[in-house]
């Protein structure tokens, strides 16, 4: 009842967030986000942290966690009646909202690093296709939530060859759960917050998810008996996005504080990162984990598998509805040529 009441008054509070603010008054946002405080979050905590330094208080940005403002699937929704003014977006969550997004979530894309990763999925959100598509949500990209390549961890018999995937039920979105469909896994779309719960009760047999700090996150490695390591699937992205009406009612002083924090936050996040290895890999070996270790020639063959046959038949089926699936692919591409690691 409060996620509707929240909705049913957006409109009000719309109204109010589009008269622009003055530098000295006081700003309050409201980010939703699911899940819990993890390595993800800490571009936002720092954004939320400096907004309110730089402003003496005057710039306030709360950050809601475990979808207490809206459910994953639902954020565009509310931001489109300004119930919030943002929110961590896992775009495969509701796929056909923006579904030329999905692009960014094929599999066995060239882009090996979080670096190379928030170089391309920022300059991708500049492209005009996909900023129309996020405008008819009230949505803009503000930044990219960093996501380190996916691994699968499961439960029982491990998948210790190709063949081993199977008939196995998998939790994989997107181009991912594709890859998986293209090796004979049976994939299912469940929100993070939901991934414990269905792995513990059987409902699948592995979840893919950014390696290593979700597992952890999600506690994961608690209910499994095994991980893979070097299988790189992918990702599948996330944005921090912003109501476009609280946006342009929001000080220009204001505005610039959190461009200006930017580059600060993408460096923290990928630091979180490495102290998230830090500390998993431990708990994976108290665990007694299986390491599922994937060979580079099994990680040839799986992009012989499933990496170009997905993406063509997403630009197809893309394509069929209207959208610029080649462009979309061939942008996605070029920038991922453009910014390859020099050393």
Known sequence: MRRVSLLSMAVGFGLLAAIPAEANDKVTWNIAVYG?????????????????????????????YNEQLSDAKDVLDGLKVDAFQGALLAYSYAPAKTPIQSVLDMPFLPIPGLV???KVHDAFQAWKPAQDELAKWNAMHFMVALLPQYEFMGTGKPPRNLEDWKGMRVRALGGLGDAMKALGAVPTSVSAPEVYTALERGTFQAASFPFTYSFTAYKLHEVSKWYTLGMQLGVVHNSLVFSQTAW????????????????????????????????????????????IKVTPEMRAKLIQTAA???WD?????????????????????????KHQPTN
Do not use: C
């Open 36 to 64: 819990p405080p993890r390595s993800v979050s800490v571009h936002m905590e720092y954004l939320s942290k400096i907004a309110k330094e730089k402003t003496g208080g005057n710039f306030v940005i709360n950050l809601k």
């Open 116 to 118: 190379e990763q928030e």
């Open 248 to 291: 342009k009612a929001l000080p220009a002083e204001y505005r610039k504080i959190l461009e200006d924090a930017k580059p600060e936050a993408y460096r923290l996040q990928r630091e979180a990162y490495d102290e998230a290895d830090k500390k998993s890999f431990p708990l994976f070996e108290k665990r007694k984990l299986e390491v």
């Open 308 to 310: 170009q046959p997905v």
């Open 313 to 337: 038949h997403w630009v197809a089926e893309a394509e069929k509805k209207g959208l610029p699936g080649k462009e979309a692919l061939e942008l996605t591409l070029s920038l991922a040529k």
